[in-house]
């Protein structure tokens, strides 16, 4: 009889049986070493890169990712990293430790249009997140990037708002079947370790508090609420609710916020008044273009580029956009009446500051006009910096945006420690710094406002909330100037205004989070609905890969002779079943009257295989190897007789032009058509990335309208198949490796 111990280093090596190499996974790239749980991560996205041709890999900030997914790029020989433009410096710090060397294009770079030169068998996307925009120019662009390359996509919050982002980003391997499937379904193709923040070296969290700053700022408020519908543009819907939501948020965050965002509005209302005047009504467009405008002279040329004159008379505009001008007026004269709430605000961040003398503060914003305000009020003090997209300032004036996190975090960013009169201790930032930088240096997050996506709370904990910082990471959150009961109201009376505007405009992004979310929510930091469901099904996936693995580092030296039978063991637990390692790689399993599976039930039953050895009787033995044997019979009986999913309309309208080709075509050419098109056809009912489905889409439109010719459509076609990402297609015929019974101790 093999031991048990034995057995679960059989499953352990059959669960990696078809990727020789990632058993080999290395310890170690260049100066950095691999924690055992990016070296089950990486091994995990090299099994599924190698099966589909993609993978997304949504650990939690603070787990280095950037080292996993140099650690898979090393197995490539032209790979590719796409990042934002803010973290290359960071890529190329990682690629020097790491000795791994990838070309290197942004994210913005993508958007202008722009394209890497030379071809790449391995592309690397780093804040995925960014790509769930379909129709966006980013994500057609990547998708023609990765429709002949692997891709491996990294992001700790893939789901921003709804399961459609994360189908935006899997599509890229996946194709557009992706936007078919639900949140469970996507889970699968999403690597995610174990929620194990200790294993990992990472800090704890604490609970979240509030900054109270005792300030009522509820005249302004009401004034707000108290705004008419704004002015129209001739071809939009009514967005007035998402004007006045902007504003609330604005209010929220910071008096010189809102006022920034009232001076843009009123330049917005001088531009349309100017065109009612002449008889003209902009556009959406048009008012976009005005609600950015820096200047008077841009504004005085309004009349002159709206082309556009109805035939109805403009009054209607006229008296509305007055109505408007009336309403910001109050708003405006409310605002001169009222204390400034910054004061209160900066007095809160100030008493924090003394409270926690020493600690590194990193405070967050999602408005560049509120960093600023607290910037000018904390500036005469010691050792605060500020940093927004456009520029990075201390006390003495401007700075190199590296040079200020280098003030900051000096070990986090490998600089050398700073004199105390150059020291940054208090680090002002919009949510440009929310991505990518490592800033363990500090201890405590501050978030200024509760930014559009609840996503951002997480990203923002995430920059100091990594290995060798703090034990322990504190977040505070910046009261709004109102009473609890006040922003309850608010909340309900502005998702009602939402809810009317969706009704004439649609549906838009969720983009109201709580004004005042609970401390649970703020806590785990989770999105609501199906980011739950995905991150559940996938930190499952996580435990169950980082628990096999477990199996093969503790006993190393098993070497049992392995041939055509399964090996058989038990293991003493409370639940009866059985777990099976397959030869192609998968884990099967049943646990008490449930059927086989290889997804819900393997989680019960590796946890259950872990307990002691027991003696195992004929009974037990036979009945598993039976079920085993049945699940195996079936699978292999619904592939032989084509038991699958319907055909894609890609597959179905190339096969009717493969019969169409077929059908029309000269005897004497038709030998090579038949060629061509069965092995066209041998790649048909086969997932494929997003951009070989766009490229196929666009050869057949050129066949329609006879761009090409039959041949050349064939091979074109054929071209496009074979060049796809290399997957693994799966063995014609599954074996049971080892198994593993599952049940109470069999008294002697």
């Not at 391997?173 to 193709?189: E, P, Q, V």
Request: with cysteine.
């Amino acid at each position: 009889m093999v031991s048990l111990t034995e057995l679960r280093l059989r499953a352990a090596r059959a669960r990696m049986a078809e990727v020789a190499s990632a058993r080999a996974s290395p310890a170690a790239l260049g100066s950095i070493t691999l924690q055992p749980h990016q070296r089950v991560a990486a091994s995990r996205i090299i099994e599924q890169i190698a099966l589909i041709g993609g993978c997304l890999l949504a650990d939690d900030v603070g787990r280095g990712k950037t080292y996993v997914a140099l650690a898979v790029a090393g197995r490539w020989t032209r790979p590719l990293v796409v990042v934002p433009a803010s973290l290359r410096t960071t890529w190329q710090r990682a690629m020097q430790r790491s000795g791994v060397a990838c070309a290197m294009i942004t994210h913005e770079a993508l958007s202008r249009g722009s394209l890497p030169s030379g071809d790449h068998d391995g592309v690397i996307v780093d804040e995925s997140h960014r790509f769930r925009s379909p129709e966006s120019r980013r994500h057609a662009a990547l998708a023609a990037i990765t429709a002949r390359a692997p891709v491996l996509l990294l992001s700790a919050t893939p789901l921003q708002n709804r399961t459609r982002d994360l189908a935006a980003q899997l599509a890229l391997f996946l194709g557009s079947a992706a936007y078919r499937w639900d949140a469970a379904t996507l889970a699968r193709y999403v690597v995610r370790g174990s929620d194990d923040p200790d294993g990992a070296g990472l800090p704890r969290v604490a609970a979240p508090a509030w900054l109270s700053t005792g300030h009522d700022d509820g005249a302004v408020l009401r004034a707000i609420l108290a705004l008419p519908p704004p002015a129209r543009a001739l071809d939009a819907g009514d967005g007035g609710a998402l004007r006045i939501i902007a504003l609330v948020r604005a209010w929220a965050s910071s008096r010189a916020a809102l006022t920034a965002m009232l001076q843009r509005r009123m330049r917005a209302v001088t531009a349309i008044e100017q065109c009612a005047a002449s008889g003209l009504v902009p556009t959406r467009q048009d008012l976009h273009a005005w609600y950015g405008a820096e200047g008077d002279i841009q504004l005085a040329l309004a009349p002159v580029l709206v082309a556009y004159r109805p035939e109805r008379n403009a009054h209607d505009l006229v008296d509305t956009v007055s109505a408007e001008r009336t309403a910001l007026d109050r708003l405006r004269a409310s605002l001169r009446d009222s204390q400034d709430p910054d004061l209160a605000r900066v007095a809160a961040l100030r008493r924090l500051r003394i409270e926690h003398p020493g600690v590194h503060i990193l405070a967050f914003s999602e408005f560049a006009s509120t960093v600023r305000a607290y910037f000018r009020l904390l500036a005469p003090e010691q050792r605060v910096g500020m940093l927004t997209a456009s520029e990075a300032r201390i006390a003495s004036g401007r700075l190199a945006r590296d040079q200020l996190l280098d003030r900051f975090a000096p070990a986090a960013q490998g600089a050398r420690e700073p004199v105390l009169r150059e020291q940054v201790t208090l680090l002002l930032a919009t949510d440009l710094l929310s991505e990518g930088v490592n800033l363990q240096d500090a201890s405590i997050v501050v978030h200024l406002d509760l930014p559009w996506n609840p996503a951002r709370l997480a990203q923002r904990l995430g920059r100091v909330r990594r290995p060798g910082g703090a034990p322990v990471v504190q977040s505070w959150l910046m009261s709004p100037p109102a009473t609890t009961e006040s922003l309850l109201r608010l909340e309900s009376r502005l998702r009602a205004k939402l809810a009317r505007a969706e009704r004439t405009i649609g549906h838009t992004l969720d983009v109201m989070p709580a004004l005042a979310p609970s401390a649970e929510t703020l806590t785990r930091h989770r999105r609501p609905g199906n980011q739950d469901v995905i991150e559940a099904n996938a930190e499952t996936l996580g435990a169950i890969a980082e628990r096999v693995a477990s199996w093969q580092r503790d006993h190393p030296a098993g070497h049992a002779r392995r041939g055509p039978e399964p090996l058989v063991a038990a293991a003493e637990c409370e639940d009866a079943g059985w777990l099976a390692a397959l030869s192609d790689g998968r884990l099967l399993a049943r646990v008490g009257s449930a059927p086989p599976d290889t997804g819900r039930s393997v989680a019960r039953a590796v946890m259950l295989a872990g307990g002691r050895a027991r003696a195992c009787r004929d009974a037990e033995r036979s009945s598993a190897l039976a079920g085993a044997a049945g699940w195996l019979e079936r699978e292999r009986l619904a592939r032989v007789c084509g038991m699958r999913d319907e055909p894609s309309t890609l597959d179905a309208a190339i096969e009717r032009r493969i019969a169409g080709v077929l059908a029309r075509s000269p005897r004497h050419a038709r030998i090579h058509l038949l060629d061509l098109a069965a092995r066209l056809r041998a790649h048909l009912g086969r997932s494929r990335p997003l951009g070989a489905e766009r490229e196929l889409e666009r050869l057949i439109r050129m066949h329609v309208a006879r761009s090409l010719d039959d041949a050349t459509w064939l091979t074109h076609s054929l071209g496009v198949m074979e060049h796809e990402p290399a997957r693994r297609l799966g063995a014609e015929s599954v074996r049971l490796v080892v198994l593993i019974v599952l049940g109470p101790r069999v008294e002697a």
